[in-house]
Structure formats: C-alpha cells, structure tokens
C-alpha cells in the first residue's frame, strides 16, 4: 500500500531496535547483574520486555523485590562498556542520517536508555547527528508517557504535524499516539502506524525521490 512523505522538519528515533541493534548487549548486561546476585539468567519473555523499558522497570522486573537495593549496588559497580561491542548499527542507518542533515532536517533522540546511550553514541560517531537526545533520565514521566516527545517539539519550536517518532515498540506507538506526533514503524509490522519502515536504505531512497519531484512521492510500506 502507498502512503506519502510529507515535508519533514524533524525525525525523532528511538534508540534500541531503531538506531541499534541491541538486544544480545542488552541481555549480556541484565545477566552480568542477575550472575552478581547468584540467579538464573533472564526468561526469553523478559527479553523482550527489557528492550523497550526503563532501566529501573526492568530491574524491578527481572529481581526478587527484597534483593531490589543490592542490584542497585551491582549495578554501580558495572559498565556497559563491557557488552557494547555486542551492539551493532542498524543497517543503512549512517547513510540517511549524513543525508538528513545534509538536507537540513533535524533528528533527536528518544529513549529509555539513562546514561549509557552518552556511550552509545561515542561508540558509533553518533553525537554530531543528534540535537536532543532525551532519555528517561531528562523526564519525570517517560514513554509510553509523551512528556520526552514534547520536549523535543519544544526543544525544536516545531509543531507535532512537521515531525515523525520512528520508533519499534508498543511503548513507542503509546507515546506516539498521547502526544499526536504521526508514528513510523520501524521492522514491526504488528504496530499501529502511518508507516511501515523494513529498512533504512528503502526510506532513504523514498527520501531522495520525495525530494527531487519537489512533491507528494508515493512510497511503498505494508500496514498492520
């Protein structure tokens, strides 16, 4: 089915499973803790709740509440410098974000990564793409909440029409849709959105057509 690239003054992404692939990094990580605490790895169903959540959900989740504090304190004494090298780009990712800002349009960051997306970034020469990046660390109230996308628009004096949140979870569609910012699906075909994205490298091109007609360009996506 055919939908249209409107003008754009902004993209908004989320990070993992968007920017990155980050999942086997992700699991590493909240296993190193659970290992520390002598428990059993994570279930193959809080993997993925993990991926979209806050960092203190998913410690919540994967710990037994009276050994809360002390996962706090393993936490403390861990990095994620050591599983980053698990994570990987997103194919044809660099390529349209050196377009974008070739072609003058703004991208942020939204995540429910705290302090480790700083690393992420540094990691793959991200940062000079990206003006904010909100984590779940700059808001009282992060997604599925739309507090950290208004900020953006906010941060950007740019009204929700003008904007896209490329993002791959319920949580992102939920946020998407409190805050009235139209939602791209990222490799998610279960998501309700007003676009299906299966790669960067096909937006890209669908973004370089939009722009050299000057018009509406019809592009192709498969819907929920």
């Known amino acids: ?56 959900n998913s410690i919540q989740r994967i710990v037994p509440e009276k050994r809360v504090p002390e996962a706090w304190q393993v936490l403390s004494r861990l990095s994620f410098h050591s599983v980053v090298h698990l994570v990987r780009l997103q194919s044809g990712l660099v390529e349209l974000l050196k377009w974008l800002h070739q072609s003058g349009i703004l991208c942020a960051v939204n995540t429910n990564r705290t302090s480790t997306m700083d690393l992420v970034l540094r990691h793959f020469g991200l940062e000079p793409y990206f003006s904010p990046v909100v984590t779940s660390s700059d808001v009282p109230r992060p997604k599925p909440h739309p507090e950290s996308l208004q900020l953006i ?72």
Request: charge should be negative.
């Open 1 to 56: 089915m055919g939908t249209e690239i409107r003008p754009l003054k902004g993209i908004i992404f989320d990070c993992d499973g968007v920017l990155i692939d980050s999942k086997e990094a992700n699991v590493a990580f909240y296993n190193l803790i659970l290992h520390e605490l002598q428990l059993g790895p994570i279930s193959k169903e809080d993997e993925d709740y993990l991926h979209s959540q806050t960092i203190h």
């Open 153 to 224: 628009l906010k941060t950007w004096n740019c009204h929700k029409d003008h904007v896209v949140f490329i993002g791959d979870s319920e949580v992102d569609q939920q946020a998407a849709q409190a805050s009235g910012v139209p939602f791209w699906a990222f490799q998610n075909p279960s998501l309700q959105a007003d676009l299906h994205i299966s790669d960067y490298a096909t937006l890209h091109q669908q973004f370089v057509q939009a722009l050299n007609h000057s018009s509406s360009c019809q592009i192709s996506c498969y819907r929920s």
